[in-house]
């Protein structure tokens, strides 16, 4: 691991894991390829530690041409790959970009490690997944593990499995050197406004309504973001090539609790005249939406001797602090984006319940 590309670095998770990398990988180079999309900013690469080691290339993962020219210019040995269309509410509202980045951007990755890699198959491949794609889980239904069947429902992780099978499909078909991790909902630093926790924090400071899916009962296994990326370093050291590996925090409140959660985190360190819990607005439930989420990481654990650092309770606080802090942030990156025809399409669709 000495060249490496990124795709996606300049969103949510892929930001925080170059952070992570050029602490952790004092040789390490990075090409950092986005096209800086709604969720992609490069406010989100400010303050890089050792940044002469990051290089940040504006372009789409679709683009062959730009890719085998970074692959070779660079000579990349290992890509990790994030880029997607991240959010489940815009894949219900419009699925194509999701299959074109997704699908035929994942493909188009793949072929270019193919072909710059030769014969030999020297490099290494990781592929960024989600436990999205092995469905919904009833109460009493065990956890996901890697052998869970695949189940995606909604065009996101419709389209995230596709991109799974492909990788693995390249393993076989070409001894491609590749590993997938399958992670849970990530919460933490720099992720954009349109997903639950930074969306509630947000509203809340901005006394508007906390928009609850359906009856709010819903449940997601929330990682904090570092131990993810702490999770992806280890696969890239040691994971074993061909396999894949479910990561998850072992955190499971439902949507209304996690909520709940943050109000008081909110009431005790930055208080209203009025309890933030009293903002929660029941509205239209998510077409299709999953109940719940819950993974089994107990092979990264034994394998890779894997654990998340963070408990919820503390990552939470520590997130809940990072957003009030960093409003400037929030900010900046919602001035670039058309943030606000984005609710009002999402949750005009949603209505009252
Ligand atoms: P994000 O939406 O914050 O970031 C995605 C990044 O990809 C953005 O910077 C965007 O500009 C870039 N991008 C989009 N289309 C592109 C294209 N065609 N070419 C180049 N760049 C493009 O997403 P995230 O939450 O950081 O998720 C990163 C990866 O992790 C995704 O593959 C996602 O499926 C996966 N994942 C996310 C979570 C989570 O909870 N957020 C959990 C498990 C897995
Ligand atoms: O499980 C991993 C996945 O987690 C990732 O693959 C996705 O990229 C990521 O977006 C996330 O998907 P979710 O749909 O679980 O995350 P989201 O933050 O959109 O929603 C979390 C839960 O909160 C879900 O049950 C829907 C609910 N929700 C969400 C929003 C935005 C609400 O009740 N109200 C809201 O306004």
Redesign the pocket.
């Known amino acids: 691991m000495k060249n490496i590309l990124i795709t996606g670095g300049a969103g949510f998770i892929g930001s925080n894991f170059i952070r992570y990398l050029l602490k952790k990988e004092p040789n390490v180079q990075i090409v950092n390829l986005d096209i800086l999309a709604y969720a992609g900013s490069l406010e989100n690469l400010k303050n890089l530690p050792d940044v002469e080691r990051h290089t940040f290339v504006q372009g789409d993962i679709c683009d062959a041409d730009l890719v085998n020219k970074l692959m070779q210019e660079h000579k990349i040995d290992t890509i990790v790959h994030f880029a997607?269309e991240?959010?489940?509410?815009r894949s219900i509202l419009g699925p194509a970009p999701f299959v074109q980045t997704n699908v035929f951007g994942t493909l188009t990755l793949l072929e270019a490690a193919k072909q710059a890699w030769g014969q030999e198959r020297s490099g290494h491949f990781h592929h960024i997944s989600?436990?999205?794609v092995f469905g919904s889980l009833a109460l009493d239904e065990p956890d996901f593990t890697e052998s869970t069947p695949y189940d995606p429902r909604s065009p996101?992780?419709a389209s995230?499995a596709s991109s799974d099978h492909l990788v693995r499909s390249y393993f076989h078909t070409y001894a491609l050197p590749v590993t997938v991790t399958n992670?849970?909902?990530?919460y933490g630093p720099y992720q954009f406004p349109?997903?639950?926790?930074p969306?509630m924090i947000l509203n809340a400071t901005q006394g508007k309504p906390l928009?609850?899916?359906?009856d709010?009962l819903?449940i997601?296994?929330w990682l904090h973001v570092e131990d993810h990326c702490e999770a992806i370093y280890l696969v890239l050291k040691g994971g074993k090539m061909g396999e894949t590996y479910n990561v998850g925090g072992g955190n499971q409140p439902t949507?209304l609790d996690l909520v709940n959660w943050i109000c008081s985190i909110l009431d005790s360190i930055h208080p209203a005249a009025i309890p933030y819990s009293s903002l929660i607005s029941y509205?239209r439930d998510?077409p299709g939406?999953?109940r719940r989420?819950a993974v089994d990481s107990s092979k990264i654990k034994a394998e890779l001797d894997w654990a998340p650092r963070h408990s919820l309770e503390e990552g939470l606080l520590d997130t809940v602090k990072w957003y009030l802090d960093n409003m400037d942030w929030v900010e900046t990156i919602l001035k670039e984006k058309d943030y606000q025809a984005w609710l009002d399409k999402n949750?005009e669709e949603r209505g009252k319940k």
């Not at 992670?183 to 990530?186: D, E, M, Q, R, V």
């Not at 928009?211 to 359906?214: A, D, L, W």
Request: charged residues 30%.
């Open positions: 997607a991240s959010h489940v509410d989600t436990d999205e996101y992780s995230k992670c849970s909902n990530n349109e997903k639950l926790i969306l928009p609850i899916y359906g709010g819903q997601r296994d949507n509205v998510r939406h999953d989420y949750y």
